[in-house]
């Protein structure tokens, strides 16, 4: 990607999905950025792009919904991942290596562009957005979603970081205010925002990943709890609708709509 800064480097990516051969060992985004998608309307004939598609599994998901989808991302083994992956698909998807700071598609041509995982990369991200903008339909809509900046995960991976430990080299992180302030300065009007905890725990993850290094090998996902899982996903529930909810989340998203188009004013 030609706008990578110091902090962010091609070559990182490329080894990362090189390694994820296994994708059913790589977490999935849960559904969150599915159901804002969905909450939009009926997907059916849609044409909605990804961003720095990854693995392409929330894709996947929305091409059989029916939307005609179109999958970005500059690195080629991720591409592969996804090809990998689409042998076995019986629903049509596009795959397009390209630049997020300037999407081959013309203006005003997209119903839907959504990201997970990809502005926090960058120094730079008001410009993604611009570009967000500039292919959406007026009146379509932007789902971003980024990891939020009040979280055990953003002190750990400023310590890996400092340590030049962190997988992707560097890495930021946004506030809801802040990530409101860059949707607005983008052009987006109407904004919903959402959020949701990381599934499993932070800890979970972490210390997965440390016995990992240590030869132990846990799942991917600890076993079931029933009880403690619905007595958990009820209070998370509750308070999900307090105006703190999103600033304990690990992931925080903003769903952008583009204006529509004044019938008044001149073309």
Wanted: glycine share 8%; hydrophobic share 40%; charged share 25%.
């Amino acid at each position: 990607m030609s706008q990578t800064t110091t902090q962010h480097r091609r070559e990182v990516w490329d080894a990362f999905w090189r390694d994820k051969e296994e994708i059913d060992q790589v977490y999935s985004n849960s559904d969150r950025v599915i159901r804002q998608i969905r909450a939009l309307g009926n997907p059916a004939g849609k044409w909605i792009l990804e961003v720095g598609a990854g693995s392409g599994r929330d894709s996947f998901s929305l091409s059989a919904d029916g939307a005609r989808v179109v999958m970005l991302d500059y690195s080629q083994p991720a591409l592969c991942v996804i090809q990998r992956l689409a042998q076995d698909w019986q629903h049509p998807v596009a795959l397009v290596r390209g630049d997020a700071f300037y999407l081959p598609f013309k203006n005003d041509c997209l119903d839907v562009v959504f990201h997970q995982g990809l502005l926090e990369h960058f120094t730079n991200p008001e410009d993604i957005l611009a570009e967000n903008f500039r292919v959406l339909k007026p009146g379509a809509a932007a789902v971003v979603d980024v990891p939020q900046r009040y979280h055990l995960y953003t002190a750990v991976k400023h310590v890996l970081i400092l340590l030049k430990k962190w997988f992707a080299g560097w890495e930021s992180e946004f506030s809801k205010p802040q990530l409101e302030r860059l949707l607005a300065a983008a052009g987006f009007g109407k904004l919903k925002m959402y959020g949701d905890w990381m599934r499993p725990s932070f800890c979970y993850r972490a210390g997965r990943e440390v016995l990992k290094k240590a030869g132990v090998k846990l799942p991917l996902y600890p076993g079931p709890w029933p009880l403690l899982s619905k007595v958990r996903s009820l209070l998370r529930e509750e308070f999900r609708r307090t105006p703190l909810a999103l600033y304990t989340v690990m992931d925080i998203g903003a769903v952008g709509l583009k204006p529509e188009k004044n019938p008044g004013a001149a073309s």
